[in-house]
């Protein structure tokens, strides 16, 4: 695969260089000098969220692993990760991993599911991190912890093969997923069969002990596609207010079965057109810099969330901000802020130097990527103070996280920093960074990728680069294989 011609962040020798580069690209990170311990450091304050107090400014971002069982419980593999989660001394665990509401609404066969069939595995696994963090960090009174509810939409894979289920149709999205009539599209009646498995899950998860459900609106996943159902006709397509009906009915249905479970959001807040390998630059494995696909026949282009509609390569926060305001008035305060889809537009979600096998080569350095993200985070925050913000996109930051995660918090351009896959081989990141004020480098992820190539190629997910557990699995050298020796 391509190696890349940017700066690695790992051959910086320190912050001045960090920021250097940072100053090269026209980039205007927030990043503190040095890096402070608690309780000192912003990253240690605690923070009230609707009456709960939550100990640090650290978040660990929802991971799922590819690793459940066929019918959707927690295997060894998957259990270990959460109890990582909760070792890892951050104080909100935003949603542990996606589990999905029906098993249609699956992304693969070995997604964690939530109904009432699976509630004493789903309880058991919260347990376990709530064990692993007392045993840790001593106290779990001012842990936060949610479960994030999904279904793939039109990323459905609950047998392995693609059956996708969508909002509307896609002028590009369409063809890479297999839709091939309207017969994909869900009818209103199965939205109302859907909102109803929505509200029973959030139940499932109150019960299993859960603070908070994630009604995840990110990643084009099936409730961020009817965010941008534009062409929609009916109930839940067109308007703003009828984009964002699925939400609201279902939020209304847990506030009435459930008041006390608060409600999260995490979503989309900013995209693009679909990208895919330049091909006149990708020959076998390697694979060309991302390239947007020809939307020229698709303006103004109203197929999706959170795009500017003449120049849909860009975002326009605008609707961004909108249901900012929506999810305020809600009374739903914690946000996550993410951007893109793993699908369809990898740079913009999870900035990488080396791409994933089914990806491309950035189309621009990743720290722009991991800016953007900061910014646009910033830029919400700033809009709605009085809502709880978690940022993503850190881990590309490697030794520099801690510096611009202290800074961020410091400024207020977030309440929490989520971290992703830099928790994977490195699960104690946040707590070295607050009780040592330091990390240990040789355990930070760099190439950010292996965790999406190996899910796939069927295989399941977790570091096989780092991560002692997973390099002595058998996947590890057949993923080595697949890579083509990597
Ligand atoms: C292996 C893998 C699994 C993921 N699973 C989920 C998931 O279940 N739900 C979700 O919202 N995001 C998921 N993500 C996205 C991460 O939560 C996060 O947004 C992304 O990795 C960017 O943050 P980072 O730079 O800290 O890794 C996943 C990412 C990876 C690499």
Not at 189 to 206: F, M, N, T
Not at 379 to 402: D, N, T, W
Request: net charge neutral; charged share 25%; with cysteine.
């Amino acid at each position: 695969m391509q190696t890349l011609n940017f700066v690695k962040l790992g051959s910086l020798r320190n912050i001045d260089a960090f920021r250097k580069l940072a100053a090269d690209l026209k980039l205007n990170l927030p990043c503190d000098e040095k890096i402070l311990k608690a309780p000192d450091s912003p990253l240690a304050q605690p923070i009230e969220v609707q009456g709960r107090k939550v100990g640090n400014r650290w978040a660990v971002h929802p991971m799922e692993g590819w690793d459940a069982t066929l019918d959707g419980r927690p295997t060894p593999p998957l259990t270990r990760r959460w109890e990582n989660f909760g070792r890892s001394g951050a104080k909100l665990i935003w949603g542990g991993e996606a589990m999905a509401v029906q098993a249609a609404g699956r992304a693969n066969p070995h997604q964690l599911q939530i109904d009432a069939a699976h509630l004493d595995d789903l309880a058991g696994l919260r347990q376990k991190l709530i064990d692993a963090h007392r045993l840790h960090h001593g106290r779990t009174d001012d842990l936060l912890v949610g479960f994030q509810l999904t279904h793939s939409g039109r990323f459905a894979r609950p047998k392995g093969e693609p059956c996708p289920r969508v909002a509307y149709r896609h002028p590009l999205l369409d063809q890479r997923v297999g839709v091939t009539s309207d017969k994909a599209i869900l009818s209103d009646g199965e939205v109302e069969e859907l909102i109803g498995c929505y509200i029973q899950a959030a139940g499932v998860a109150a019960d299993a002990g859960a603070d908070f459900v994630d009604i995840k609106h990110c990643h084009g996943y099936l409730l961020h596609e009817f965010l941008g159902a534009h062409t929609r006709p009916g109930p839940y397509g067109g308007s703003f207010e009828n984009r964002t009906r699925l939400l609201r009915e279902i939020a209304k249905g847990i506030r009435s079965s459930r008041p006390h479970l608060l409600i999260g959001v995490r979503f989309s807040a900013f995209d693009t057109v679909p990208f895919y390998p330049d091909p006149t630059q990708s020959s076998g494995k390697k694979l060309g810099p991302g390239i947007p696909e020809n939307y020229s026949a698709c303006l103004p282009y109203r197929y999706g969330f959170a795009i500017d509609e003449a120049h849909p390569v860009n975002h326009d926060l605008s609707e961004a901000i909108r249901f900012m305001d929506l999810l305020k008035s809600l009374d739903i305060r914690l946000v996550n802020i993410s951007g893109g889809s793993p699908y369809y537009s990898p740079h913009l979600e999870r900035p990488a130097a080396y791409p994933p096998s089914d990806g491309y080569g950035p189309p621009e350095d990743p720290l722009i990527g991991v800016a953007r993200h900061i910014a646009v985070t910033a830029e919400l925050k700033r809009h709605c103070p009085e809502m709880i913000v978690a940022g993503s996109g850190y881990s590309y930051l490697q030794e520099f996280l801690p510096h611009v995660a202290q800074s961020v918090v410091r400024q207020g351009g977030a309440d929490f920093v989520g971290i992703g896959r830099m928790v994977l081989p490195y699960p104690e990141f946040p707590s070295d960074v607050l009780e040592k004020g330091t990390i240990v480098p040789r355990r930070l992820c760099r190439t950010l990728s292996d965790c999406t190539t190996a899910p796939r190629k069927g295989l399941i997910s977790g570091c096989f680069p780092l991560d002692d557990y997973y390099k002595a699995l058998p996947e590890a050298e057949q993923l080595k294989k697949m890579k083509g020796g990597r």
